[in-house]
Each structure stands twice: as C-alpha cells, then as structure tokens.
C-alpha cells in the first residue's frame, strides 16, 4: 500500500491544480461540443468571429502598435543594459542555436503557408486600388511585410522578456501571472493569478491548434503533389495523429534533445529551400525589390500600424482587415505566450538590449527576405507569363500554393520533397514547444512535471486542431481564423499591463543600481589599511596568492559565516527577522523586510584558473591548476558582484555587510 501512495503523489507531484485542471476541462468541452456538433460550431466560429471585429478591431491594431512601441523603448533605454538573469549569468545557448529555436517556434509554418499565397491574394485582390499591376504588385509586398514584421516580435518580445526578467532575476515562477507581480503582488498565486494563467493556456492552445491546423493542409497538399494522396479531412486528421506522436516523442526527449536539434534542422531545410529558389529564380530581381520593399515598409509602417479604415472603410476594406490584418495580430497574441516562454526559456543570461534587438531584427530580416524571395518570385512569375496560371490556384486552394509555385521552376521533384519535410519539422517543433510551454504554465513552481503530462498536452493540441478541422469542414481556414481571434480577445488588455508591470519593476531595479552606487555616509574598514592589525603586508600576501577550495571553504566556516551571526544578532536586537544560511561552499545573511525588498548578502566559494603570477601557481604544473584558483565572492539578490573577500578578518567583512546593507535602505527610500 505504501508504494502504490508514494506512486501516485510522484504522479501528481508536478502539477498545478487550480491552472491544470479548468484548463483541461474547458479545452475537453471544447473538443467534445466541437466535434459532437461541427456544423452548430463552424456557424458559432463564424458568427463570433464576424462581431470580434467589429467590435475589437480598434483595439487589436492599438495594442500591437503599444506593444512595439513598448520592446523599442526597452532595448534604447538604460534598462537595455540589465541582464535576463542575475549579473553574473551567461547564456545558455550559441547565437546559431539560439536563432534556430526562435525563428521554427514564432513562425515556421506560417510562413511556408503564407510565403507564396498571401502576396498573390493581395495582388490579384487588393484592398484597395487596380488589381494585377506593378502598383498593386508593390503593395502586395508591403502588407506582407507589414504582416509579418517588426509588430509580430514586438508583441513576443514583451512577453518573454517579462517571463525572462521576473523569472530568472526574481526567482518568480516562469508563468504569465509572475510579470503581473508589480501590479497585484502575491495575489500572483491566488485566483487572478491562476486566472491569468488558464487564459494563457487557452490562448497557446488555439494559436498552436492553428498553425497546426495550416501545417496539415498544407502537408495533405505536399502528398497529394508529390503521391496522390487525396486532399480530404480524414487524410488530414490522420496527419494530425502521425505528427502529434512524433512531437509527443520530442516531447519527452526534452529542450535539449528533441527541440533544439529539430529547430536546427528547420533552419537548415529552410535555408537549402531559401538559396535554391534563389539560384533558380530572378535573382537580380530578388534583392533589387528587396532593398525596395524594406524601404517601402519602414516608410509606411506608423501609418499602418493604426490604419483600420475608418473615414474610408467599406466591405472590401472590412474584408481585408478581418480575414489578414486582425486575424494576423489575434493569432500571434494567442501565440505570444507560447513563443515568449519559449524564447524566454532559452535567452537565460542575454542583455535586455541584446535580446530585443536580437528578437525584433534577426528573425525580421530572414522572414522579409524570405517573403521576398518566394512572394516576389511569384508575382515576378505572374506578371512575365511563367507562372501564368497560379493566381487561380492561389484562389482555388491556398495550402497547394508553395507545390505550384515550386512546379514552375526547375527540379520541381526535389523542391517538393523538401518543401514538404520542412512543413512537417515546423509542425513538430510549434507543437513539442508548446507542449513544453503549456506544461510549465501548468506545473507547480520549480517542480519537473510528470511525463505523462507533457504527453497529455501534446495530445490535447492534436485533438483541439483535429476539432477545428471537423468544425471547418470545407472551410476549414475561417475556423481557424476565428479560434485565434477569440482567444486573443480576454489576453490581449493583460499584455499590455504586463508591458507597464514590467517598466515599473525595471525602473525600481534602476533605482536599486543607482543606490549601489551612492557614497555611504561611514568609509567602510575593508579599504583601510591597518584597521584591526591588519597591516599593508598582509593585504599584499593576500592579493598575489592562489588559495585552494579547502582554504576558501575554511574562510567560510571560521570568518564569514561567525560574522554573518555577529552581525545576525545585533539584527535580531533591532526586532528584525534575520537567517543565515551555510552551505560547504557558501554562506547567506537575510534580513526580512515584510513588503519591502529583503536584503541579502551572501558568500560564494568559486573556481578560477590560477593566475600565472602567483607563488602558488609556481609549485604546480600548468595542466592541475586549470581550476585550482578559488576565490570567495560575494553575491547580494541581483547576482554576482565580483569582488573577492579571502583574507578579510571578521570586523572587516562586518563593515562590508553593513555597507552593502545601508546601499540596501537607500534603495528602499528611493522606492518608497
């Protein structure tokens, strides 16, 4: 009896209840009332869908537009110097790896979907202005750009970096309600936190359910090109079991094992595709309306930022917005929880002002020469007679586009195939990462969720796309629209308070740095020679020698940590709620300020090699003495200060406690 108890509270061990299970159960009634009754639902998507925006498009364009405006001022301002981590951290992955991960989870599928058939929609129907000519050819690619540009990213970066920040600096669960924690306090662990959370487990579900739903039509069109086999829904559905169990298998094989390898595969599929239409198509072409359509879109872009048609609007305006622009911008707010955490998951250690522009310009400029190669080579095609018959393919079925196009130019055959894996590696990476985000949405803090539980999401995504699928029926593209539009509509008003939560926690953190530097009123001892017996001599022999672990581990055990408890009960005189906490290789001092910011200052032993000059280093050889350099640091909340304390007496290292602590309440009175 005994096992089988510990068996089942290891099972439940992982989980979140109050997030978990409302999330799970209000997907399941989704799933179970979509597919009991397609039809009713298809008809409800559409009918929602149509007062969404109606009623919301305003806003939906207002708060992409914040959001940019909000991750630009971050990256430009003082704060773009803080790190998404305490001040010592390194990131965890390469520029290649980290770029990988970032590009085949924000937009994978959506641009091998949209690459080829979006422009050609615009050209051959635009918004406004004569159909098919060079002029609409131009705006064509300026609303693609405008679609999928800097707003997409600014609207991710503002997620992850408050994932980032409050998580890996603040030591707050890596979840959307920790980056409301300026705004509501502790309340982050009662009901409107876990409230903020199931709706951004809802709003991952069905942005994940939708790219999922564009990656199997276009995979069913990719088979039947290449196989025959027919384009159908239960073609479709039986795509969405095969590529659910192969995410359920990265799944579990974890960040590193599954996802990163995967996302490098993309990258590299993406870019063998990328160069051979490249090669192969108008190349002189290619990069002269490169240059023009980026020059065109900077130009244009705070004019369509809050363009929404409103002196000029009519049916064919509306219809413009609400089956591109609003549906675009639902589907990546839906989405920014997943890919913010995400990419949060993976920047660990990257500057704030390193990470934005990272995340706003690198992935941007691959996915607009990109565009331009697969978008401009079409119109290219269109408008010189080689390709003259896809606009009405475009039309006639948009998920085939990519096939068509890649059948006017040469080795046809081959570019299918690898059109076709890459489709299926993009679908595979969006859902083993959402998995993973949705799984850590729903896990108790730092706690290794269950694997059953990653495997219960992963379904849960393949059942929630399966759903959309039936519900569409025929139509199966405007029921994923309106999925996105409607769960982007509760998280679109919280996103924008965790962009303000997020500015007023880094200005006190600029606070907190500002008071590091003030000059306190008393000298501390640590400087002075001489103070206590402790001459100049001895601060030199102390300077130039090369202590081993054992000596830094007996610093900490007979100076430090004594100190720590001098100082600890002079505290508890004072009526303050102090601990002092020793480990082999460390010590902490923390001192309790209620509401406020707790101080503590710390002591780490850390590793080094040794350096060359010392006597030390003389008496071994080169190869032992790697890491046979210890220093004693001290660390206070934000991290790492990089200073070195072997060989102060007790007195002193009580004057650098103090000294850090009088920088402490300056910090508060600043904040108060």
Known sequence: ??????????SVAGLNPPVFYPSAILIFVFVVFTIAVPETAGNLFGSLQDWIIDTFGWFYLLAMGIYLILSLILALSRYGTFKLGPDHSEPD???????????????????????????????????????ETASAARDAMLFTFFHWGLHVWGVYAIVALALAYFSFRHGLPLRISS?????????????IGNAVDIFAVFGTMFGIATSLGLGVLQINSGLSYLFGIPSSTTVQLILVVLVTAMATLSVIMGLDGGIRRLSEWNL??????????????????????????????????????????????????NSFLGSWTLFYWAWFIAWSPFVGMFVARVSRGRTIREFVLGVLFVPVGVTFLWLTVFGDTALNGIMNGTMPNLVDRVFADSSTSLFHFLDALPLASISSVIATLLVITFFVT?????????????????????????????????????????????NVLSALQAASLASALPFAPILILVGFGLFKSLRIEALKRDSMQHATNTPGNVSRVGAGGYQWQDRLQTLVSSPRQQQVFTFLNESVEPAMREVAGEF???????????????????????????????????????????MNSLRHNTQSNKRGHYRAEVFLREGGQQYNVVGYNRSQLIGDILDQYEKHLHFLHLTR
């Not at 009896?1 to 290891?10: H, I, P, Q, T």
């Not at 309306?289 to 244009?300: F, R």
């Not at 480990?583 to 060359?612: K, Q």
């Open 268 to 317: 590299r599929l993406a870019v063998l595709l990328l160069v051979f239409v490249i090669i192969v198509g108008p190349t002189l072409f290619i990069f002269q309306s490169l240059a023009q359509n980026i020059g065109t879109y900077l130009s244009s872009m705070v004019d369509m930022t809050f363009n929404i048609y409103a002196y000029t609007g009519n049916e064919e305006t």
């Open 179 to 191: 980056a409301l924690y300026p705004l509501i306090g502790k309340r982050i662990y009662g009901p």
């Open 1 to 10: 009896m005994k096992s089988k108890a510990s068996l089942s509270e290891r």
């Open 430 to 474: 969006s859902s083993d990462s959402g998995s993973m985000v949705i799984d850590t949405l729903t896990s108790k803090d730092g706690d290794e969720s269950p694997v059953w539980q990653r495997i219960f999401w992963a379904v849960s995504e393949g059942l929630v796309a399966a759903a959309l699928i039936l519900a569409g029926g025929e």
């Open 93 to 131: 992955f390469s520029y290649l790896s980290w770029f990988a991960m970032l590009f085949s989870a924000g937009m994978g599928i959506g641009l091998i979907f949209y690459g080829v058939a979006e422009p050609v929609f615009h050209f051959a129907n635009p918004p406004e202005g004569t159909a």
């Open 572 to 614: 508890e005189k004072q009526s303050l709620d102090v601990t002092v906490t020793q480990e082999e290789d460390r010590c902490y001092l923390r001192v309790n300020h209620g509401d406020e910011s707790d101080f503590i200052y710390g002591v780490r032993a850390r590793a080094y090699a040794t350096p060359s000059f010392t």
